[in-house]
């Protein structure tokens, strides 16, 4: 009589169309549209030179999203940027991704968006006061526990909170964009007279320009990252990215000129929250309005953001990358709740130093330095392996473009002002190499991990997950 081997379980493929929608536009329409723009605009100079930098950004997102659509049909894995530097490069360079970005990109992204709500929900209760930081970073904490605790419960539940929140946020900028428009009929066009005057042309001010407008943009890349529980990869996953970033890039366009239609370059610079700013100009009384949109968007592409950061860190685990108990997933609620958990914990301990400024910089440098990496092991299979079946091509001038552009935005602003945290930021991406050799290439693994793995696999309920292809 021959035993049956025990089923693994599967993530479900429980993410349509319009789930797949809202986890783009609802991650990428975060914090970002209400803070940044200010930044932006201080680091190019003019008005009109600022909605060329967030139209080029959108550009931008959609061509690099094109590119990862034509991976996604090509390697049917979740995992994102991780999966395609494996498959594509070395698994040397797809650790050096994961050590990063599993303990300070994903996480210094969770962090800059908790903080970012968590200003938006205590500074109305301050007046005039900057509120506390102490207060904003606890504010910050709960919203992740909050995320992290609805995301290890039910793909379901975190879906249909997606999609709230990304129809309160498209409403709250259709709000903005109305309200620009009003004022442009009343005449309210000085602004945009003479818009390029004292636009700063340096390499240093249009890169961290960019960096500021892209953070805007970022989620662009997350359908990649549950490509196994999406519905239809092969054709939703095009769709849905072409659908999203188009959408979104007019969406920032027309809120950008909205903005400059009731704010004067310099008030827009000196503005700490500038839908608030521009809520209180329009609305009046009901300025706080803006506030609780923002906050209410920041808090949806926190949500966002927990999906999808936490399946990166899933597959890789299930690859041998990370530790094992961070491939199981819920025995009953099939949701990778290890790896949700341990993101929650490393996102909480870079709250704790985190500046929201500093965070999006560095965030954003790492970033673009792994996208070129992916973005030429698409060229290289485009090339090298044209015979893989794929139901989605892009030109291969469009990876070119977008390549030279990631380069672009890795080196400009170490070229043209030079920081020691960039230094720093490299040195810890090429530290995942002293950890790979022994623990991965060599599998030295303390017997205590094993034990410790087992005590949790009891503890959280959860067993090994299976791939969903």
């Known amino acids: 009589m021959t035993e049956e081997k025990p089923q693994k379980l599967k993530l479900k493929r429980e993410l349509g169309m319009l789930g797949a929608v809202s986890l783009i536009v609802g991650t990428a329409v975060g914090s970002g549209i209400f803070m940044t723009p200010q930044t932006v605009i201080s680091s190019i100079g003019s ?20 590119c990862y659509a034509e991976l996604g049909t090509v390697i049917k894995e979740s995992g994102g940027e991780y999966i395609y530097i494996l498959r594509t490069s070395c698994p040397a360079l797809a650790f050096m991704f994961i050590f990063s970005s599993v303990l300070f990109v994903r996480p210094a992204g969770i962090a800059g968006i908790g903080l970012s709500f968590a200003a938006y929900v205590v500074t109305p209760f301050y007046g005039d006061c900057p509120p506390p930081v102490l207060v904003v970073k606890c504010v910050a904490a709960a919203a992740i526990i909050t995320l992290a605790t609805v995301n290890c419960m039910k793909v379901r539940f975190a879906m249909s909170i997606q999609v709230f929140f990304t129809v309160v946020k498209v409403l709250a900028l259709a709000g903005i964009i109305i309200g620009g428009v009003v004022m442009l009929i009343k005449g309210h066009t000085e602004n945009f007279e003479n818009s390029f005057e004292n636009t700063n042309v340096g390499v240093n001010s249009i890169g961290i320009a960019f960096y500021q407008g892209l953070w805007s943009y970022d989620g662009w890349n997350n359908l990649n990252s549950v490509t196994e529980e999406l519905k239809r990869p092969e054709v939703n996953l095009p769709r849905a990215v072409l659908i999203a970033i188009s959408l979104v890039t007019t ?27 521009w809520g209180n100009k329009v609305l009046g009384s009901w300025g706080w309005v803006m506030s609780v949109a923002a906050a209410l968007s920041a808090f949806g592409s926190l949500n966002g953001t927990f999906f999808s950061g936490g399946r990166v860190c899933f597959v890789a685990a299930r690859e041998g990358h990370m530790p094992d108990i961070l491939s199981m997933a819920h025995v009953h609620r099939l949701t990778p709740s290890p790896a949700l958990i341990f993101t929650t914990i490393i996102s909480l301990v870079v709250l704790i130093p985190g500046d929201f400024q500093s965070i999006v910089n560095y965030f954003s440098f790492s970033a673009w330095f792994f996208y070129a990496i992916v973005l030429s092991g ?40 030079p920081q020691i945290e960039y230094l720093y930021v490299a040195l810890f991406i090429l530290s995942g190499i002293v950890v790979y050799i022994p623990f991965i290439h060599y599998k030295l693994c303390p017997r205590v991990l094993d034990k410790l793995t087992v005590f949790l ?5 959860v067993a090994p997950a299976d791939k969903n292809l």
């Open 47 to 66: 008005p009109g030179a600022s909605l060329v930098i967030w139209a080029s950004c959108g550009l931008l997102a959609i061509l690099a999203s094109f």
């Open 378 to 417: 698409l060229i290289y299979l485009k090339i090298k392996k044209k015979d893989l079946p794929r139901s989605y091509k892009v030109p291969i001038v469009i990876p070119i473009l977008v390549l030279i552009a990631a380069i672009f935005l890795v080196l400009a602003p170490i070229i043209d002002n």
């Open 457 to 461: 696999q009891l503890f959280l309920e």
């Open 251 to 277: 969406l920032y366009l027309l809120v950008n000129v909205s903005y400059l239609a009731v704010m004067t370059p310099k008030e827009l610079m000196s503005s700490s929250a500038v839908a608030v700013t």
